[in-house]
């Protein structure tokens, strides 16, 4: 384990950062707990809120579409965009990051905590994935919470429907709304609560393509860092990192960096 470096920030910055830090990692780990965010997704495509360039956003911000305010008013449009996303989704293949990561289990325990809303992760191979936001593949019913079915694959990506009606609860008759945790809305206490207990026995913290940010998962890594796990941040882009408490960053892109670590561990 090396000593914290506040200044790791600073020395880390060149693409050679992988092979610098060859040779820090301990030799045997028992468990990794990897958050990931957007950057983690963004080489299989772009399908964050931010980035969807469906017509519903073209004239209005996502950020006032995702909240249950607009559900109220306009079922069928959010229900014809989240489907639309999910159809982006399933079009989209796992990135190189992703494989990596899920061929770390061939070596040792690892716990996925993604701030992500796709199901990327599940299809590279990981076993033990948590959403802190929620997952576009997992719908529930908007008054008894049981989980929902679709009433059919999506559309094609390239076919968007401005409205589609949302099925319907096969429990209560209620209308089914998707799975992800809207603005205002509180994270999945069960999914804090796998969280929580994840870090609480880390060895190893990676941070990968949160961009310097970590929003739903803000707070989470205080808890791997006084247990005293080893703590890096795996980031290419040139973003300010999060100056928190970590031992490493790596200016790297998530699969040079994952697969770097696949050899040392
Ligand atoms: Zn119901």
């Not at 992703?98 to 061929?103: G, P, V």
């Not at 033990?128 to 990506?157: N, T």
């Not at 882009?237 to 040392?264: G, V």
Request: hydrophobic fraction near 40%; aromatic fraction near 6%.
């Amino acid at each position: 384990m090396t000593p914290r470096d506040p200044m790791a920030c600073q020395d880390s910055q060149s693409p050679q950062a992988v092979q610098q830090h060859e040779g820090q990692l301990t030799a045997s780990v028992p468990h990794v707990v990897v958050i990931t965010g957007i950057g983690m997704s963004a080489e299989s495509g772009r399908f964050h809120f931010r980035d969807a360039e469906h017509g519903l956003c073209k004239n209005f911000d996502p950020a006032e579409w995702a909240t249950t305010q607009a559900w109220q008013i306009a079922q069928a449009r959010l229900w014809a965009w989240y489907e639309w996303r999910r159809a982006k989704v399933m079009a989209a293949q796992p990135s190189a990051g992703h494989l990596a990561l899920a061929a770390l289990e061939q070596k040792c325990k690892v716990t996925v905590i993604t701030q992500n809303v796709d199901d990327l992760h599940e299809r590279a191979g990981s076993t033990k994935v948590i959403h802190l936001q929620g997952s576009l593949f997992a719908p529930r019913c908007i008054a008894c919470h049981q989980p929902g079915q679709f009433a059919s694959d999506p559309m094609p990506p390239d076919e968007v429907l401005g409205e589609i009606d949302p099925p319907t609860c096969k429990h209560c008759g209620s209308k089914i709304r998707p799975g992800v945790v809207w603005f205002g809305e509180s994270l999945s206490e069960d999914a804090w609560r796998q969280a929580t207990e994840a870090l609480a026995s880390a060895d190893v913290l990676l941070i990968v393509g949160c961009s310097g940010t970590l929003e739903a998962a803000r707070g989470l890594p205080m808890i791997a860092e006084e247990r005293g796990a080893l703590y890096v941040v795996i980031d290419p882009d040139e973003a300010p990192c999060a100056k928190s408490y970590f031992d490493q960053l790596w200016r790297a892109n998530p699969a040079d960096a994952l697969d770097k670590i696949l050899e040392l561990l």
